[in-house]
């Protein structure tokens, strides 16, 4: 079963969120992932730092970032994703990146949600995903 992780539940092990604890079992796996979500969680990091967080938990989040990063499988862009994206678009209520994300997860799954877990803090690409037929965890 293809295991696809938006930005949120990232950054929450990488933060250490109470969210986090909901995610650990799925730390083990393979983490997939649309090619944008690093850019996504740097921007994360990088707007805690500038809020006050200590230089040297900015500097482990980072370096998990890329330790994790090196393990994931990225979906990329491509003319499929922008397809998908568009239609996402014009069938839900989601902002770009998201529907970028639930389209990954969507070729991901080779367009069988059926059988993939999606995984995300966002309420809104949640209820989206769940009405694509993903297995919501």
């Known amino acids: 079963m293809v295991i696809y992780w938006d930005t949120s539940p990232i950054i929450a092990l990488l933060v250490g969120e109470p969210a986090a604890?909901?995610?650990r079992r799925f730390e083990k796996r393979r983490i997939v992932t649309w090619w944008?979500?690093?850019?996504?969680?740097?921007?994360?990091i990088a707007r805690r730092q500038r809020e006050g967080e200590a230089a040297e938990i900015v500097g482990e989040c980072y370096r998990?970032?890329?330790?994790?990063?090196?393990?994931?499988?990225?979906?990329?862009?491509?003319?499929?994703?922008?397809?998908?994206?568009?239609?996402?678009?014009?069938?839900?209520?989601?902002?770009?990146?998201?529907?970028?994300q639930l389209g990954a997860a969507l070729l991901a799954s080779n367009f069988e949600a059926h059988s993939a877990?999606?995984?995300?803090?966002?309420?809104?690409l949640k209820q989206a995903a769940e009405k694509e037929g993903f297995v919501i965890d």
């Open 21 to 23: 604890a909901r995610y």
């Open 36 to 44: 944008g979500t690093s850019l996504e969680c740097i921007s994360a």
């Open 117 to 124: 877990r999606f995984l995300t803090e966002d309420a809104r």
């Open 64 to 100: 998990r970032l890329e330790e994790m990063r090196a393990g994931w499988q990225e979906v990329h862009a491509s003319e499929s994703l922008h397809r998908t994206a568009a239609r996402l678009l014009k069938t839900h209520p989601l902002r770009a990146a998201d529907a970028l």
